[in-house]
């Protein structure tokens, strides 16, 4: 995962917006996706963004993609304390499409 | 929910044995990857199977191995236990080879003593 990296940690008040950042090396990903995990469970997709947007919204969630810049970053509106959690980050990569994760941002969320 | 069943969820292991951990994928799906969560680090990629063939493999040693059955479930066997193979081992299934979206299961918490 050390291609894609991401801050560790990201603190917000409850009803704040939350922005977590990514950065990737591989150009030629195709797809970039934004997973959420909570404490002992998998990875819940929560959006992705074919590399040729430049945005995406999905209800309180945007995704802003800058390709030049290899840059992806994911906005959370109206944070909720049900959305602490860890976010990663991922390319796919490939032909397969196998997915390289970030390390992950731990979102804490104060009421 | 999204469809992908692993088993088990949990599971301990001495040093030097086997283990086989199994993936039901996502009705319709064809294509299942297997991935390994240290503690404290994202997934890394170990394998993925394509209709029964293996067609894709990250950095890890040929003790980790797969099948994938014609109904698309999958197996991911580790021979040789060590302690560092201690992790989350995750399960993906796609309906296809192209970058389309993946869905998780909930995973399997391997310790190793």
């Known amino acids: 995962g050390e291609d894609v990296e991401q801050s560790l940690f990201l603190s917000v008040r409850e009803g704040d917006s939350s922005v977590i950042n990514c950065t990737y090396t591989d150009s030629s990903s195709t797809y970039l996706y934004w997973y959420k995990q909570e404490p002992g469970a998998g990875l819940q997709l929560l959006t992705y963004?074919?590399?040729?947007?430049d945005m995406k919204q999905d209800q309180r969630l945007t995704v802003l993609l800058n390709k030049k810049d290899k840059h992806l970053s994911l906005r959370i509106a109206d944070t909720q304390t049900g959305d602490s959690a860890i976010y990663f980050c991922a390319e796919s990569r490939g032909s397969q499409g196998n997915l390289i994760f970030g390390k992950g941002t731990k979102l804490s969320v104060k009421p | 929910e999204t469809g992908v069943t692993q088993s088990p969820t949990h599971l301990i292991k001495t040093r030097g044995q086997q283990v086989t951990l199994r993936c039901s994928s996502q009705?319709?799906?064809?294509?299942v990857s297997w991935y390994q969560q240290a503690l404290g680090q994202g997934p890394q990629f170990i394998f993925q199977?394509?209709?029964?063939?293996?067609?894709g493999r990250g950095n890890f040693p040929p003790r980790f191995s797969g099948l994938q059955f014609p109904n698309y479930s999958s197996e991911l066997n580790v021979n040789a236990l060590e302690l560092d193979d201690s992790a989350l081992y995750l399960c993906a299934s796609r309906w296809a080879r192209e970058n389309t979206e993946a869905f998780f299961g909930q995973g399997t918490r391997l310790t190793v003593v």
């Open positions: 963004i074919f590399s040729n947007m």
């Open positions: 009705s319709g799906h064809n294509t």
């Open positions: 199977y394509y209709r029964e063939e293996e067609n």
